[in-house]
Protein backbone atom coordinates (compact mmCIF):
# COMPACT_ATOMS: atom_id res chain seq x y z
CA UNK A 1 0.00 0.00 0.00
CA UNK A 2 1.46 3.85 -0.98
CA UNK A 3 1.22 5.62 2.39
CA UNK A 4 -1.90 7.27 3.91
CA UNK A 5 -2.11 10.44 5.28
CA UNK A 6 -4.44 11.57 7.98
CA UNK A 7 -5.03 14.97 9.70
CA UNK A 8 -6.62 16.16 12.75
CA UNK A 9 -8.37 19.30 12.92
CA UNK A 10 -10.34 21.63 15.12
CA UNK A 11 -10.18 24.28 17.79
CA UNK A 12 -8.01 24.52 20.80
CA UNK A 13 -9.54 21.94 23.48
CA UNK A 14 -12.03 20.22 20.56
CA UNK A 15 -10.06 16.39 21.18
CA UNK A 16 -7.87 15.86 18.76
CA UNK A 17 -4.88 14.87 21.21
CA UNK A 18 -7.29 12.71 23.26
CA UNK A 19 -7.79 10.43 20.07
CA UNK A 20 -4.61 10.70 18.36
CA UNK A 21 -2.85 7.74 20.55
CA UNK A 22 -6.37 5.30 20.00
CA UNK A 23 -5.77 6.08 15.97
CA UNK A 24 -2.26 4.83 16.06
CA UNK A 25 -3.21 1.93 17.95
CA UNK A 26 -5.70 1.00 15.47
CA UNK A 27 -3.53 1.27 12.30
CA UNK A 28 -0.74 -0.89 14.32
CA UNK A 29 -3.03 -3.65 15.15
CA UNK A 30 -3.88 -3.56 11.51
CA UNK A 31 -0.44 -4.20 10.65
CA UNK A 32 0.82 -1.00 9.68
CA UNK A 33 3.64 1.42 10.50
CA UNK A 34 2.82 4.84 12.23
CA UNK A 35 4.53 8.34 12.33
CA UNK A 36 2.86 10.09 14.67
CA UNK A 37 3.54 13.94 14.16
CA UNK A 38 1.88 17.82 14.74
CA UNK A 39 1.90 21.05 13.65
CA UNK A 40 3.35 23.42 14.19
CA UNK A 41 6.13 20.89 15.10
CA UNK A 42 7.45 17.56 14.07
CA UNK A 43 11.12 18.21 13.24
CA UNK A 44 13.36 20.09 15.59
CA UNK A 45 13.88 23.16 13.36
CA UNK A 46 9.91 22.91 13.26
CA UNK A 47 9.79 22.50 16.72
CA UNK A 48 12.16 25.34 17.47
CA UNK A 49 9.72 27.86 15.36
CA UNK A 50 6.24 26.51 16.87
CA UNK A 51 7.60 27.34 20.02
CA UNK A 52 8.43 30.98 19.30
CA UNK A 53 4.68 31.05 17.27
CA UNK A 54 3.32 29.68 20.35
CA UNK A 55 5.11 32.47 22.40
CA UNK A 56 5.81 35.42 20.93
CA UNK A 57 3.87 38.32 19.05
CA UNK A 58 4.49 38.90 15.49
CA UNK A 59 2.84 40.63 12.37
CA UNK A 60 0.51 37.93 10.88
CA UNK A 61 2.19 37.91 7.40
CA UNK A 62 5.15 36.80 9.63
CA UNK A 63 3.44 34.10 11.78
CA UNK A 64 1.80 32.91 8.53
CA UNK A 65 5.32 32.05 6.65
CA UNK A 66 7.02 30.71 10.01
CA UNK A 67 3.70 28.31 9.81
CA UNK A 68 4.53 27.26 6.13
CA UNK A 69 8.17 26.98 7.24
CA UNK A 70 7.95 24.88 9.76
CA UNK A 71 5.89 22.84 7.69
CA UNK A 72 8.05 22.79 5.06
CA UNK A 73 11.16 21.16 6.74
CA UNK A 74 8.36 18.45 8.08
CA UNK A 75 7.14 17.64 4.69
CA UNK A 76 10.36 17.01 3.40
CA UNK A 77 11.84 15.49 6.67
CA UNK A 78 9.31 13.68 7.88
CA UNK A 79 6.19 13.21 6.09
CA UNK A 80 6.87 12.81 2.44
CA UNK A 81 9.69 10.29 3.47
CA UNK A 82 6.94 8.43 5.55
CA UNK A 83 4.86 8.50 2.85
CA UNK A 84 7.19 7.11 -0.04
CA UNK A 85 8.18 4.31 2.27
CA UNK A 86 4.29 3.26 2.57
CA UNK A 87 3.77 4.04 6.31
CA UNK A 88 0.64 6.04 7.68
CA UNK A 89 0.92 9.44 9.11
CA UNK A 90 -1.21 11.14 11.53
CA UNK A 91 -0.49 14.51 11.99
CA UNK A 92 -2.38 16.41 14.98
CA UNK A 93 -3.14 19.61 12.58
CA UNK A 94 -1.72 20.65 9.26
CA UNK A 95 -2.85 23.04 6.23
CA UNK A 96 -6.29 23.43 7.17
CA UNK A 97 -4.97 25.14 10.54
CA UNK A 98 -3.61 27.96 8.67
CA UNK A 99 -6.87 28.60 6.59
CA UNK A 100 -8.77 28.65 9.84
CA UNK A 101 -6.41 30.54 12.21
CA UNK A 102 -4.32 32.57 10.47
CA UNK A 103 -7.12 33.25 7.48
CA UNK A 104 -10.33 32.81 9.23
CA UNK A 105 -9.29 34.19 12.72
CA UNK A 106 -6.65 36.75 11.61
CA UNK A 107 -8.48 37.47 7.94
CA UNK A 108 -5.25 36.74 6.56
CA UNK A 109 -6.43 36.76 2.73
CA UNK A 110 -6.71 33.16 1.98
CA UNK A 111 -5.64 33.33 -1.89
CA UNK A 112 -2.09 33.96 -0.24
CA UNK A 113 -2.21 30.78 2.27
CA UNK A 114 -3.33 29.27 -1.18
CA UNK A 115 -0.03 30.39 -3.18
CA UNK A 116 2.36 29.06 -0.20
CA UNK A 117 0.20 25.68 0.01
CA UNK A 118 1.14 25.22 -3.59
CA UNK A 119 4.40 25.83 -3.29
CA UNK A 120 5.75 23.74 0.35
CA UNK A 121 2.96 20.97 -0.83
CA UNK A 122 3.01 20.69 -4.48
CA UNK A 123 0.19 18.05 -4.88
CA UNK A 124 0.57 16.76 -0.94
CA UNK A 125 -2.91 17.13 0.64
CA UNK A 126 -4.26 14.24 3.16
CA UNK A 127 -5.91 11.35 2.39
CA UNK A 128 -8.62 11.66 5.28
CA UNK A 129 -9.26 14.76 7.26
CA UNK A 130 -10.96 14.42 11.20
CA UNK A 131 -12.25 18.10 11.67
CA UNK A 132 -13.64 17.62 15.68
CA UNK A 133 -16.17 20.25 15.44
CA UNK A 134 -17.48 21.49 19.31
CA UNK A 135 -19.31 24.21 20.11
CA UNK A 136 -17.22 27.14 21.73
CA UNK A 137 -18.07 27.24 24.88
CA UNK A 138 -17.02 23.42 25.25
CA UNK A 139 -14.25 23.73 24.22
CA UNK A 140 -13.07 26.74 26.03
CA UNK A 141 -14.60 25.19 29.50
CA UNK A 142 -12.43 22.04 28.48
CA UNK A 143 -9.07 23.54 27.99
CA UNK A 144 -9.59 26.28 31.36
CA UNK A 145 -9.72 22.53 33.23
CA UNK A 146 -6.75 21.80 31.26
CA UNK A 147 -3.45 23.53 31.03
CA UNK A 148 -2.12 26.97 30.54
CA UNK A 149 -2.55 28.64 27.41
CA UNK A 150 -0.33 29.91 25.24
CA UNK A 151 -0.91 32.97 22.58
CA UNK A 152 -3.50 31.81 20.27
CA UNK A 153 -5.67 30.09 22.89
CA UNK A 154 -5.28 33.74 24.67
CA UNK A 155 -7.68 34.85 21.79
CA UNK A 156 -11.16 35.78 22.09
CA UNK A 157 -14.34 33.78 21.61
CA UNK A 158 -15.37 35.63 18.22
CA UNK A 159 -11.50 34.72 16.89
CA UNK A 160 -12.90 31.40 17.56
CA UNK A 161 -16.18 31.41 16.04
CA UNK A 162 -14.25 32.89 13.23
CA UNK A 163 -11.68 29.79 13.39
CA UNK A 164 -14.87 27.48 13.69
CA UNK A 165 -16.32 29.27 10.25
CA UNK A 166 -13.22 28.59 8.51
CA UNK A 167 -13.17 24.94 9.33
CA UNK A 168 -16.61 24.42 7.97
CA UNK A 169 -16.09 26.61 5.10
CA UNK A 170 -13.08 23.72 4.48
CA UNK A 171 -14.93 21.22 4.78
CA UNK A 172 -18.08 22.44 2.20
CA UNK A 173 -15.24 23.61 -0.29
CA UNK A 174 -13.65 19.24 0.03
CA UNK A 175 -16.54 17.33 1.54
CA UNK A 176 -14.37 14.04 0.20
CA UNK A 177 -11.48 14.77 2.53
CA UNK A 178 -13.19 15.49 5.73
CA UNK A 179 -14.93 13.27 7.98
CA UNK A 180 -16.39 15.93 10.50
CA UNK A 181 -17.31 14.79 14.49
CA UNK A 182 -19.64 16.02 16.74
CA UNK A 183 -16.77 16.46 19.84
CA UNK A 184 -19.43 16.94 21.98
CA UNK A 185 -20.40 13.42 22.43
CA UNK A 186 -18.71 11.18 25.00
CA UNK A 187 -15.07 10.06 24.06
CA UNK A 188 -15.97 6.79 23.82
CA UNK A 189 -18.52 7.24 21.25
CA UNK A 190 -16.09 8.71 19.35
CA UNK A 191 -13.82 6.44 19.76
CA UNK A 192 -15.77 3.57 18.32
CA UNK A 193 -16.88 6.14 15.60
CA UNK A 194 -13.31 6.90 14.61
CA UNK A 195 -12.38 3.16 14.36
CA UNK A 196 -15.07 2.62 11.98
CA UNK A 197 -14.31 5.10 9.61
CA UNK A 198 -10.42 4.34 9.54
CA UNK A 199 -11.07 0.75 9.18
CA UNK A 200 -13.63 1.40 6.42
CA UNK A 201 -10.71 4.32 4.79
CA UNK A 202 -7.91 2.35 5.28
CA UNK A 203 -9.35 -0.52 3.13
CA UNK A 204 -10.79 1.61 0.62
CA UNK A 205 -7.00 3.23 0.12
CA UNK A 206 -5.43 -0.30 0.06
CA UNK A 207 -7.80 -1.81 -2.68
CA UNK A 208 -6.99 1.42 -4.75
CA UNK A 209 -3.75 0.46 -4.62
N1 LIG B 1 -15.50 14.02 23.99
C1 LIG B 1 -15.02 14.58 25.11
N2 LIG B 1 -15.78 14.70 26.20
C2 LIG B 1 -15.32 15.29 27.33
N3 LIG B 1 -14.09 15.82 27.47
C3 LIG B 1 -13.28 15.75 26.42
C4 LIG B 1 -13.69 15.13 25.17
N4 LIG B 1 -12.66 15.21 24.30
C5 LIG B 1 -11.66 15.85 24.95
N5 LIG B 1 -12.01 16.16 26.21
C6 LIG B 1 -11.17 16.87 27.21
O1 LIG B 1 -10.99 18.19 26.73
C7 LIG B 1 -9.66 18.65 26.97
C8 LIG B 1 -9.03 19.07 25.64
O2 LIG B 1 -8.90 17.94 24.79
P1 LIG B 1 -7.63 17.75 23.85
O3 LIG B 1 -6.38 18.11 24.58
O4 LIG B 1 -7.73 16.39 23.24
O5 LIG B 1 -7.98 18.85 22.76
P2 LIG B 1 -7.09 19.32 21.52
O6 LIG B 1 -8.04 19.40 20.38
O7 LIG B 1 -5.90 18.45 21.37
O8 LIG B 1 -6.69 20.79 21.98
P3 LIG B 1 -5.38 21.65 21.58
O9 LIG B 1 -5.64 22.15 20.19
O10 LIG B 1 -5.37 22.75 22.58
O11 LIG B 1 -4.19 20.73 21.66
C9 LIG B 1 -8.94 17.51 27.65
O12 LIG B 1 -8.96 17.75 29.04
C10 LIG B 1 -9.78 16.29 27.29
O13 LIG B 1 -9.72 15.28 28.26
MG1 LIG C 1 -3.87 18.91 21.44
Redesign the pocket.
Known sequence: MKGFFLTLE?V???????HIGHLRELCESLGHEVVMTREPGGTPISEALRAMLLKESMHMETETLLMFAARQEHILSVIAPALASGKIVIS?RFTDATYAYQGGGRHFPAERIQILENWVQQQLQPDLTIL?DVPLEVARE??E??REQDRF?REGSAFFERVRAAYHARVSADPGRFYTVD?????AD?TQQLQDLVKTRLAQHAAQG
Do not use: Q, V
Open positions: GDGAGKSSDFRLKSESSRPKI
